[in-house]
């Protein structure tokens, strides 16, 4: 949490240093590089090798020259002198645009380049400990991200709404990432549905059979599936079915979150498999063994957390291992990612009003048309330590089990 004036700024608990990167690695197409002012690379995260081509292994202690263009060079080493920022002081944040070498797109006779925007900082650096402060010989690293800008093409005629989109969402049904396509289905922007708990937006009739998928999706290898009814901002109905798989940190085999895809369905299929699911469930129910009550998800949830949190880091392939920063590979010699990625790479916070409008940070509601008003407060059973009290007790708390 950070206070602001009458403004409360929540960043989930799974976002620190490591995972705030790999999610904008992810989410902006970039990937993370740490280079001397020599112009020798440092660390490059594996994200390179999605977007450009190049393998890890290949650029880290070699010279930059390899993977930018050689007329970008100067621009490179202009980064390293002194700048003035608009408030006429010198500021160690940098943001510029180069080429970089795609050896997706090059062949044996031509190379192609990409137009990679650089955002990111100086930091003074003891060669004797591989970190920030400390004696020792001392050199300036740049540590930023590099986001590749892809042309959009458009094609000529496609003007159809997106009907497909994908989501993250916490083991306990908390959304933690929302695919912007999602916007011309449910009339939210993503981080209007960031926090909140997924059952905020699904029928009230629905809600016991997607308890029921969310439970086998924990449960299952083969993860789970279900249709039911979601509110769109203008409090109509649209059918979307939803493919949920457990997604498990792939060091650690620990679980990390519940990946879902979905995609709108006709009013008529979605009619035929919501009643097939409460069909089914109907069946289940009869089986006392059985359970999928929320407080049974949750009981399942923590035996899931702590599944595999003792589980050392796994030495990754020549000689790297695991960095905090992207959980990804680093190379040997210390913690060298203590990057502070810049505010123009973060994910957008939920800002929460306070006293009297509706969503605060100690009590909110979650209104559905019709039924159904979920209280959230600060006893509700999907409170984290150190999160937004944003996940509603109620959905599933009745079910059978």
Request: net charge negative.
């Amino acid at each position: 949490w950070e206070n602001s004036g009458n403004r409360t700024t929540w960043w989930p608990d799974y976002l620190d240093g490591g995972t705030l990167t790999l999610a904008a690695q992810e989410t902006m197409n970039c990937f993370v590089l740490i280079m001397t002012s020599q112009g020798n690379v440092v660390y490059v995260s594996d994200a390179v090798e999605s977007l450009l081509g190049h393998d890890q292994l290949n650029l880290v202690g070699r010279t930059i020259q390899t993977l930018v263009h050689p007329e970008e060079m100067p621009v490179l080493a202009a980064q390293f002198h002194l700048i003035i920022g608009p408030s006429g002081r010198q500021t160690l944040q940098r943001s510029f645009y180069t080429r970089m070498l795609n050896l997706r797109r090059s062949g044996t006779e031509h190379q192609q380049f990409e137009l990679v925007h650089i955002i990111g900082h100086l930091q003074d650096v003891s060669l004797a400990t591989g970190q920030s402060g400390g004696g020792g010989q001392r050199e300036t690293w740049l540590m930023c991200a590099c986001r590749v800008m892809s042309p959009l093409v458009e094609k000529e005629g496609s003007g159809s709404t997106y009907t497909e989109w994908v989501s993250h969402n916490a083991l306990d049904g908390k959304i933690l990432y929302m695919d912007a396509r999602s916007c011309q289905v449910t009339g939210y922007l993503p981080n209007e549905m960031v926090g909140r708990s997924t059952y905020c937006f699904i029928h009230q009739d629905d809600q016991e059979h997607v308890a029921f998928s969310h439970k086998q999706a924990l449960i299952n290898v083969g993860g789970s599936s279900s249709t039911y009814r979601m509110y769109r901002r203008s409090n109509d109905l649209v059918y979307v079915h939803t493919t949920t798989q457990l997604a498990r940190d792939k060091h650690s085999n620990k679980p990390k979150f519940l990946f879902c895809v979905n995609h709108v369905v006709d009013e008529q299929e979605g009619k035929l498999q919501v009643s097939r699911h409460q069909q089914d469930l109907m069946w289940d129910k009869s089986d006392p063994s059985i359970k999928y009550s929320m407080t049974d998800i949750e009981r399942t949830v923590k035996a899931l957390e702590a599944e595999g949190g003792n589980s050392p880091p796994v030495v990754s392939k020549g000689g790297m291992k695991m960095s905090k920063l992207t959980e990804s590979c680093s190379a040997d010699g210390g913690d060298l990612l203590s990057v502070n990625i810049p505010a123009l790479l973060r994910v957008p916070p939920l800002l929460f009003k306070t006293e009297k409008d509706q969503w605060s940070g100690t009590s909110s509601t979650c209104h559905q048309q019709g039924a159904m008003k979920s209280h959230f407060n600060t006893g509700g059973q999907y409170q984290h330590q150190g999160q937004a009290l944003v996940s509603s007790p109620l959905p599933g708390a009745g079910y059978g089990g």
